[in-house]
Structures are given as structure tokens and as C-alpha cells.
């Protein structure tokens, strides 16, 4: 690893590539397979130019981030705005407060609830729907906190005992739950592409697993999800497929279908199986021509 104090000198694509292929030509060109790196317009610009210069050298996006950008666009609906909202000042005047966190402590421990609350932060992954799941964990000793009367906050009145509860408590509730059904299978998916072994076949699967569960869960009828949530948050996940898995997208590279297809143990997935054989028709020649 390198550091370069540079604080008066333009990082630029080109500037990131010369600084990258430095490093590349001393240790040698043949020892490196990609480059990685978020989707910032001048650390994109860089990949490509190194891929320019050394060919074997794929450009490839970090998965992570895109998944995680994916999970933004979809939290940024309102929608969920309310229910992130309530969410984001429970956790603040637990941490905020000694009788709070004395209170909870307790509860937990009467309750046996696990785990405590989770931040909302800028800098993890998924930090809200992780904080949202501390929270849906957290309900019942919350609940005991209110009933109990030492502590008192914003949002006491939509954590009410069972006997008492209101319909703008359920409708939290709900809401949470759902916030948590769209957003968990990317946390999840998240947490296995952050291993240090995750190859490209990975990064393509996952996200599909991703996107088959989110479409399941928004078109299941008892979870309630309003027509026109379901249409924004397909459009969010078409247009972030199409950013890295189609050919135009910004972010393309073919090496995560190629990889994942010449997997042996996913020979036989249904992923690349056509739903619709039409034998009178032969594949599309673009389809044949990617996978070649």
C-alpha cells in the first residue's frame, strides 16, 4: 500500500492510473488480474485507462458499493421515510440518554432480547436497515421501557405494551417490517461478498438472489406493498442490473456472466435455463456472442 501526500495536485483518472501503474510495472503486470475501486468518476476513469494500457488487467466495479447504492436509492422512497425517520430518533434518545440506556439494559435482560441497538452511520454498509433490525429485535424491551414511565422520548407512543396497542403503533410495525423484507437480502448479500474469497461468479449470483427475493417479497399479497412502491423499487433494481450486467451499462464488464456460466457447479442453475424454449427459435446471436 501506498500513501502520497497530494493535497495540491488534481486526482484525476489519469493521475490515479500512473500512480496504480507504478506499483503494477514494478511488481510486475502478469501478477494482477483486476482493478477495483468504487464509481466515482475519477477512479472509474482510472480503471479503464489501466485496462486501456494492460488488457489482462480487467476493470471491475466494487460489488459492494453497488449493492449499497442500490439499498440507498431504495430507503430514499418515501415510502419509507416515516418509518426510517421514527426509527433514527428511538436509536438517538437511547444513546443520548443515561436513563434510557439504564432502562434498556434491563429490559433486554428482562426480555431477552439480544443484541442492543445499532446507530444509523455514514460510513458501514446498510447502516439503516441494520439499525432498523436492532430496533425490531429491541420491541419488546422498548415496550417495557414505556410502560415502566422512567424514561420518556419522542416516539414513545408507537412502542405502547400489547394490550394498549394503538393502529399508528401497528402501522410502525408494519412499516418496519416491510423496510426490513426489502432491504435484509441485500444486507445479506453484503455480508458473504465482504469474505475474502468472493469471485466474480459470486458477485453475479448474489445479485441475482437479491433481486429474485426483493421482486418475490413486494408481489406476495399479504405483505402489502402499494402498486406503485413495487414499480419504483423494480425501476431501482433494472436500472442498478443494467448499470453492471448490460452491455451499455456504465459499470459493464462481461467477466461476471462468463465466470458464473463456466462454474461447473453452476452447470445446471436455473439461471441459465430458458423458461421459454421455442426450439423453431435459436438464441438470440447477441446472447451467443456475450457468452462466447
Request: aromatic share 8%; with cysteine.
Amino acid at each position: 500500500m501506498e500513501t502520497r501526500h497530494a493535497t495540491d495536485e488534481s486526482h484525476t483518472g489519469e493521475w490515479i492510473k500512473n500512480l496504480a501503474m507504478k506499483w503494477i510495472g514494478d511488481i510486475g503486470p502478469h501478477r494482477f488480474a483486476a482493478s477495483c475501486s468504487d464509481n466515482t468518476g475519477n477512479t472509474l476513469l482510472a480503471r479503464r485507462l489501466i485496462q486501456e494500457k494492460v488488457p489482462t488487467i480487467l476493470s471491475v466495479a466494487d460489488c459492494c458499493h453497488h449493492l449499497d447504492n442500490t439499498n440507498k436509492d431504495i430507503i430514499k422512497l418515501k415510502h419509507f421515510q416515516e418509518i426510517i425517520s421514527i426509527v433514527r430518533g428511538t436509536i438517538k434518545s437511547f444513546s443520548q440518554s443515561h436513563v434510557g440506556q439504564a432502562e434498556l439494559q434491563q429490559a433486554r435482560k428482562d426480555q431477552e432480547t439480544g443484541a442492543g441497538l445499532e446507530s444509523i452511520g455514514k460510513t458501514r454498509f446498510v447502516t439503516v436497515v441494520l439499525s432498523a433490525m436492532s430496533l425490531q429485535r429491541s420491541l419488546p424491551a422498548i415496550r417495557q421501557v414505556v410502560n415502566n414511565g422512567n424514561f420518556q422520548f419522542e416516539h414513545s407512543e408507537y412502542f405502547p405494551v400489547e394490550s394498549e396497542r394503538t393502529m399508528e403503533s401497528f402501522n410502525f410495525e408494519f412499516g418496519l417490517k416491510q423496510l426490513i423484507q426489502v432491504c435484509s437480502p441485500i444486507a445479506k448479500a453484503l455480508t458473504c461478498l465482504e469474505a475474502n474469497d468472493t469471485s466474480l461468479a459470486d458477485v453475479w449470483i448474489f445479485w441475482h438472489a437479491v433481486a429474485f427475493d426483493i421482486e418475490r417479497t413486494i408481489k406476495v399479497t399479504k405483505n402489502k406493498f402499494p402498486l406503485d412502491v413495487q414499480k419504483s423499487i423494480l425501476s431501482i433494481l433494472n436500472y442498478r442490473h443494467k448499470q453492471l450486467f448490460e452491455p451499455d451499462g456504465r459499470l459493464y464488464n462481461p467477466a461476471y456472466l462468463a465466470a458464473a456460466f463456466l462454474n461447473p457447479g453452476y452447470l445446471k442453475s436455473d439461471l441459465f435455463r430458458d423458461a421459454d424454449i421455442d426450439h423453431w427459435n435459436p438464441a438470440n446471436p447477441t446472447t451467443l456472442q456475450q457468452l462466447e
